[in-house]
């Protein structure tokens, strides 16, 4: 009787313990779709998209189509993070990365002309 006494207050408090908490993840949403608008002097030959620090960048968004200055392209976003790194090639081989870009509630992505080129979020 004994043995099982001193087993139930040993095995008490390790019992009661709380569970450690559960790592931090990003829920994931459907971020539908977003317009890109190519607003800077130089086609746009490749453009990439994917969830910041959590994957590849994944394959070239405009399918192998340059997107000519001025030109606008609807691009599906699908199920991801919000934040989102992007990646833009251009005609000249200039490429530019920025990251993280919050699309969830984007209606516009607007790459307008700077240096290097900068990003603007047009909200839906």
Known sequence: MRAWLLLLLLAGPAAA???PPAPLMQPFFDRGTV???????????QFFLWNH?????????LGGEA????????LVLGMGH????????????AE????PVHLCY???????????????????
């Not at 997107?67 to 609807?74: A, I």
């Not at 984007?106 to 839906?124: F, G, K, M, N, W």
């Open 53 to 61: 620090g959590m994957a590849p960048e994944g394959e070239d968004r």
């Open 82 to 93: 919000c934040n989102t790194a992007l990646r833009a090639v251009f005609a000249d081989g």
């Open 106 to 124: 984007a209606r516009e992505l607007v790459l307008e002309a700077a240096t290097p080129p900068a990003v603007r979020i047009i909200p839906r």
């Open 35 to 45: 317009t890109l608008r190519n607003a800077t002097a130089l086609s746009l030959q």
């Open 67 to 74: 997107l000519p200055p001025g030109g606008t392209r609807d």
């Open 96 to 99: 530019q990365r920025i990251a």
């Open 17 to 19: 313990q709380p569970a």
